[in-house]
């Protein structure tokens, strides 16, 4: 989550606005779902307005859909927060639904696929997918599965990425301001990693400012 959009000005206002809001949660609460489901909100608010932004000034639609999941091949960077609200939304899934996805966690390093994705090509926690994901907005299907064999394939991704970034920035600096976990990790790794702990325990963590992966 590095990359700035070429408009500097907007990033600096986006990660203001997304410190202020995290901060303020966070002055009154220390619950890790009610502090990242914000964030991933104002993420999709963030894709929402660079989709809506396109078609109308430029005629262009993002070509992604259900099914297509070309981007859901490449690792998953994620705050802790992230980790947790994926964790915790495991419980609502169906009992075999909930096996299979934990067996695909647990075999993450035999997988470039993401443990989220399904067998019928669909995100099976898609209502808390990470802020990446929702800002994963493409033009061309195309170039996203040639992504697959060349990450530095240009174009691959709508302004939505480089605007998210600015807002996980901000986000990530009022974790780490109010002594919560601040780190960025892999989705896949650390899943594995919370799902060997518990829930209650990496909870614990977040709160103590601890890595929910060893050092």
Known sequence: MDDEPEDDELCVEYETEQYESTTAILATTADFFRVTVNFLHAAEDVAAMVRASAEENEGQRVACKAGCSWCCHQPVEVSAGEVLVVALATLALEDAGM???????????????????????????????????????????????????????????????????????????ALEDRGF???????????????????????????????????
């Open 99 to 173: 096996e299979a996805f934990w067996d695909r966690v647990a075999d993450h390093e035999n997988r470039l696929a993401c443990p989220a994705l399904g067998p019928d090509g669909r995100c099976s926690i898609y209502p808390v997918r990470p802020a990446m994901c929702r800002a994963a907005d493409s033009f061309d299907a195309g170039i996203c599965k040639a992504a697959l064999s060349d990450p530095k394939v240009p174009g691959r991704f709508s302004e939505a990425s480089e605007l998210v970034a600015c807002r996980g920035a901000g986000h990530i600096l």
């Open 181 to 215: 976990d601040s780190r960025i990790y892999v989705l896949a790794p650390t899943l594995a990693a919370v799902g060997k702990m518990g829930l209650p325990e990496a909870e614990r963590r977040w709160r103590a400012g601890q890595p929910l992966l060893p050092d």
